[in-house]
Nanobody
């Protein structure tokens, strides 16, 4: 059974950087993966995703500041976050899913979430 385990969250000052990791374990190779986040009182939103074919897309609020990277040997997806803002404070969830016409659908597993807090 596939499991996703996030790590790397924490507290950082505005303008700082953090890197989140999502390690996929289990017998199934994960192809399409992404990150979502949910801030208190707000709906869950897409942060970014990376498909098996290499297509990578970012949410409008993080474009130019966040970058995805993937280590296929360890089946780990990384989210590099720079120029962090207090508005980035949220629980970040790694997930797996499917894709269609270069769009991503988080229909698979979700991780337990990693708290990111950005102080002003």
């Amino acid at each position: 059974q596939v499991q996703l385990v996030e790590s790397g969250g924490g507290l950082v000052q505005a303008g700082g950087s953090l890197r989140l990791s999502c390690a996929a374990s289990g017998s199934m190779e994960i192809s399409d993966m992404g990150w979502h986040r949910q801030a208190p009182g707000k709906q869950r939103e897409l942060v970014a995703f990376m498909l098996k074919n290499g297509v990578t897309k970012y949410g409008e609020s993080v474009k130019g500041r966040f970058t995805l990277a993937r280590d296929n040997t360890s089946n780990t997806l990384y989210l590099h976050m720079t120029s962090l803002e207090p508005e980035d404070t949220a629980v970040y969830y790694c997930n797996s899913g499917t894709s269609y016409r270069d769009n991503y659908y988080p229909t698979g597993r979700w991780g337990q979430g990693a708290q990111v807090t950005v102080s002003s």
